[in-house]
Nanobody, 129 residues
Framework: QVQLIESGGGLVQAGGSLRLSCAAS????????VGWFRQAPGKEREFVSA????????YVADSVKGRFTISRDNAKNTVYLQMNSLQPEDTAVYYC??????????????????????WGQGTQVTVSS
């Protein structure tokens, strides 16, 4: 059974960096788009960033644009989220998820959590001020 496993979360001071990883076990997800979402206590799960199956199209939420970068290594079956200049408002549980990925798909597809069919268990990111 395929699973997505996030890692790389932790506690960091404001201005610091973390790199999250999302690894697929059970089968390759090189044909799938992958998104990162986050959920802070008492808030809705929100879109952070996404990447298409080949890695040449990415989407980033305005709140993290210029600070977060998504990438993937299909040979390693892993997607990364590099997070720089972290701020306390970035504190949340970060989830990766897999979605279908086709040429016709646009930002509307990749930014909607309802389009994702497989989710990881999440990794906590805490940014102290």
């Amino acid at each position: 059974q395929v699973q997505l496993i996030e890692s790389g979360g932790g506690l960091v001071q404001a201005g610091g960096s973390l790199r999250l990883s999302c690894a697929a076990s059970g089968r390759t997800f090189s044909n799938s788009g992958v998104g990162w979402f986050r959920q802070a206590p008492g808030k809705e799960r929100e879109f952070v960033s996404a990447i298409n199956w080949s890695g040449d199209i990415t989407y980033v939420a305005d709140s993290v644009k210029g600070r977060f970068t998504i990438s993937r290594d299909n040979a390693k079956n892993t997607v990364y989220l590099q997070m720089n200049s972290l701020q306390p408002e970035d504190t949340a549980v970060y989830y990766c998820a897999a979605t279908n990925s086709a040429t016709r798909h646009t930002a509307t597809h990749y930014t909607s959590k309802n389009e994702y069919y497989l989710w990881g268990q999440g990794t906590q990111v805490t940014v102290s001020s």
